[in-house]
């Protein structure tokens, strides 16, 4: 059999994993408040167990171990070695969250060792989701809880919209991708989501919408937080691919295009965009 998610192992080590770093901050601001809804949802309490998936640089990780305290644990597994580099560097020392460079869908996990399974924005990248979903089950107890957040459909998300829009007759059209390959909308269809998780043995699955509008981009000015704002749409967002081989003209161009398009937001100091992902829970089976 061919080997799983080779393209994200790759990516996630090298493009995409040295731009997450280096916009890390700015990341986490846009992420925090999708994973506290999660974390919220799930309600960790004290000493519970905690898997944290596709952990990239650990904000989530401490957030959970903030919430199981020191009788708790928290894992944070990614496949990303500069992410997993930067969230043990992040870690205060005292924090009960431990970091493995790992893939979740294949990695050796002690079984029935977790009592929650999370997630903030990490699952939607294998390229056998179903097979993924079942192989981590088997790392939580019976009974365990899963919650993850992910994004709903590029069209619902304004981040992505708006400068993908601001793109045209500027860069030349390209198919539109396949709403189901690995990638950060893989899993806006939420029946999809539902079967994913049925397929893989679990229950009591709940898919609820959750909508905030976040800071793309921040500084002194408002004219710094939108620079800073299409800066973060062009080195992470959707647009670094679609731009990733184009000539400078043409990135110069879609830069006052993403800028333009930025301008009419709510901003002072932060650009406000909004985000619009699922909430997620589901339940191992208690036997
Ligand atoms: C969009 S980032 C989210 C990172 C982090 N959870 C956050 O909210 O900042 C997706 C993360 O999933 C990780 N990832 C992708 N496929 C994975 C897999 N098969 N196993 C573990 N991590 C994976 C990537 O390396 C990346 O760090």
Redo the contacts with the bound molecule.
């Keep these: 059999m061919a080997e799983k998610?080779t393209y994200?192992i790759t990516d996630?080590n090298g493009q995409s994993?040295e731009r997450?770093v280096a916009n890390q901050a700015r990341?986490?601001a846009v992420?925090a408040v999708f994973?506290q809804a999660a974390i919220e949802a799930v309600a960790p309490a004290t000493g519970e167990r905690v898997l944290d998936?596709?952990?990239?640089?650990g904000?989530?990780s401490l957030a959970l171990a903030a919430r199981v305290g020191a009788g708790g644990q928290v894992l944070g597994?990614?496949?990303?070695e500069p992410?997993i580099g930067r969230a043990r560097a992040l870690a205060p020392q005292d924090t009960s969250a431990l970091f493995q460079v790992?893939?979740?869908?294949s990695a050796e996990l002690p079984e029935g060792a977790f009592d929650i399974l999370f997630?903030?924005?990490?699952v939607m990248?294998?390229d056998d989701p179903t097979g993924a979903f079942a192989h981590m089950r088997r790392a939580l107890r019976p009974g365990g809880r899963v919650a993850f957040v992910c994004w709903r459909a590029a069209a619902e998300n304004d981040w992505v919209r708006l400068p993908i829009s601001a793109l045209k007759g500027i860069v030349p059209p390209t198919a539109p991708p396949d709403p189901e390959a690995p990638g950060?909308f893989s899993f806006g269809d939420r029946g999809r989501v539902a079967r994913i998780l049925a397929a893989a043995g679990f229950t009591d699955i709940a898919i609820e919408p959750f909508d905030a509008s976040v800071p793309f981009g921040e500084g002194e000015t408002r004219d710094a937080a939108i620079d800073d704002a299409v800066k973060m749409a062009i080195e992470v967002g959707p647009l670094s691919h679609a731009l990733a081989d184009q000539p400078d003209d043409i990135r110069a161009r879609a830069s006052a295009a993403v800028r333009a398009a930025f301008a009419g937001l709510p901003c002072e100091r932060s650009v406000m965009i909004d985000g619009a992902a699922w909430v997620v829970m589901a339940r191992n089976p208690a036997s």
Excluded: E
């Excluded at 998936?53 to 640089?57: D, K």
């Excluded at 997630?119 to 990490?122: A, L």
């Design positions: 998610n994200q996630w994993g997450w990341l986490d992420a994973g998936v596709g952990c990239g640089a904000a989530s597994v990614d496949i990303s992410l790992a893939d979740a869908s997630s903030r924005f990490g990248f294998f950060p």
